[in-house]
């Protein structure tokens, strides 16, 4: 069983920074993925990193400005945000697939089956 945990979100101006950290509970040896939703938006994956080799994976809307990493002795997930535009304003959560040996999917949430309960990112002057 997992518990996932997102932390760090906030208000930022534009050209601004955030780190955002999922919490993991159970084992950190899983595909995690982070997704967000603005409203009146569908769901939408951001980054997410494989629990088979640890290699990270990006949607070209935030490629060259987020950045995921894993912490084990922490078991946490960050993803470090740059650069942030109006258009980064969003609810985001973490998610993890269950799998130790898995590639991430950043383009289909329903292989993730626990979920945190978000954290809310505005990013305005």
């Known amino acids: 069983q997992f518990e996932l945990v997102e932390s760090g979100g906030g208000l930022v101006q534009p050209g601004g920074s955030l780190r955002l950290s999922c919490a993991v509970s159970?084992?950190?040896?899983?595909?995690i993925g982070w997704f967000r939703q603005a409203p009146g938006k569908e769901r939408e994956g951001v980054s997410c990193i494989s629990s088979n080799d640890g290699s990270p994976n990006y949607a070209n809307s935030v490629k060259g400005r987020f950045t995921i990493s894993r912490d084990n002795a922490e078991n946490t997930v960050y993803l470090q945000m740059n650069s942030l535009k109006p258009e980064d304003t969003a609810v985001y959560y973490c998610?993890?697939?269950?799998?130790?040996?898995?590639?991430?999917?950043?383009?289909?949430?329903?292989?993730?089956?626990?979920w945190g309960q978000g954290t809310q990112v505005t990013v305005s002057s």
């Open positions: 998610a993890a697939d269950g799998e130790m040996w898995s590639l991430c999917d950043l383009y289909n949430p329903y292989v993730y089956a626990f």
């Open positions: 159970g084992s950190i040896y899983s595909s």
